[in-house]
């Protein structure tokens, strides 16, 4: 059970290692776009491609879902990203239950968003947990965990995808101890619990007034989802790459400084606590460029304000 690309070493791992997929559950396709054109989630994809049956039900509350689940008798559910919380009945279902692929080192980071959360806080590690699933989000009892270092280069795309890497390995890892009897799941300390939450594409806004390091960390936390912005002579531009810059700066709030060749970023923008350099930038309505393309056109960007 799973829906993004997240969960996709899971499946691609398990059916490398001979293990019987009798059903992959996703989310139902959704239209997006303009066009509004259907779009199947990567997990779907996959399974398409492979030969594998797919199921799509809205929520389990819909009639005869349970029953289709309980009908295919699975020895085991592996869920990743799967994107609902699973009722009781469907909890009781698999003879060796339901475990789940979570990108944190739970009881930390409980919720939607762990990845983002760690990458906002700053923290310098990471990793993946494997639990057995129960009706409270993210509190199961622990099969295994395993660390993860974060670079000062990682964003939530990049991260995500390095943890999805080590969630299938350690599942691989984890499954035929779990089947044997020879893993006693240790129960999450609640004490130390805490919850992160679905962001909106009004988090994405930049707040200038709020120091360089926390801006950086922000702008790599929302991409690529929901990413980050500001405005531009009353235009939106989304700030895609940024870096804090060694300098204080001596700009007002808001006001973008041209900075010397030898910088890797061109301009920055000065904050309440430092600069934040310009890397990679998105004018409204355009394709992503280079900060120092962008100022090659605009000549009265430098010393304007982004708000």
């Known amino acids: 059970m799973g829906s993004p690309p997240f969960a996709l070493p899971a499946l691609q791992s398990l059916m490398s290692n001979k293990y019987d997929i009798s059903m992959v559950y996703t989310q139902p396709d959704k239209r997006t776009g303009r066009g509004q054109q259907v779009m199947q989630c990567a997990v779907k ?9 797919v ?25 990743a990203a799967y994107g609902q919380i699973l009722p009781d009945a469907v909890l009781r279902i698999p003879k060796y239950k339901c475990i789940n692929i979570h990108p944190s080192l739970l009881p930390k980071y409980r919720g939607p968003s762990p990845i983002a959360a760690a990458i906002l806080d700053g923290d310098a590690q990471t990793g993946v947990t494997i639990m057995l699933t129960e009706k409270k989000v993210d509190s199961g009892p622990i099969l295994g965990q395993r660390y993860m270092e974060i ?3 990682d964003d939530t795309e990049s991260l995500s995808d390095k943890l999805a890497g080590l969630g299938a390995r350690l599942l691989i890892d984890t499954l035929p101890d779990w089947v044997a009897g020879r893993i006693q799941p240790l129960a999450q300390d609640e004490s130390l619990a805490s919850y992160t939450r679905m962001e909106t594409k009004e988090d994405g806004r930049l707040d200038f007034n709020l120091p360089a390091v926390q801006l950086w960390r922000k702008i790599k936390a929302y991409h690529p989802w929901p990413g980050c912005y500001a405005h531009w002579n009353k235009t939106r531009l989304k700030i895609i790459k940024a870096m804090p810059v060694d300098d204080g700066g001596k700009g007002q709030i808001g006001q973008i400084i041209a900075l010397s060749r030898m910088q890797a970023a061109r301009a920055a923008v000065q904050t309440g606590d430092g600069l934040l350099g310009l890397v990679t930038i998105q004018p409204e309505g355009k394709r992503e460029m280079a900060a120092a393309d962008f100022i090659a ?6 010393g304007s304000f982004l708000t």
């Open 151 to 153: 670079t000062g280069e």
């Open 297 to 302: 056109g605009h000549r009265d960007f430098i």
């Open 45 to 53: 994809q996959f399974a398409i491609e492979s030969g594998l049956s």
């Open 55 to 79: 199921m799509q039900p809205e929520t389990f509350k819909e009639h005869g879902a349970v029953e289709k689940l309980s009908a295919i008798q699975p020895d085991l559910i592996v869920v």
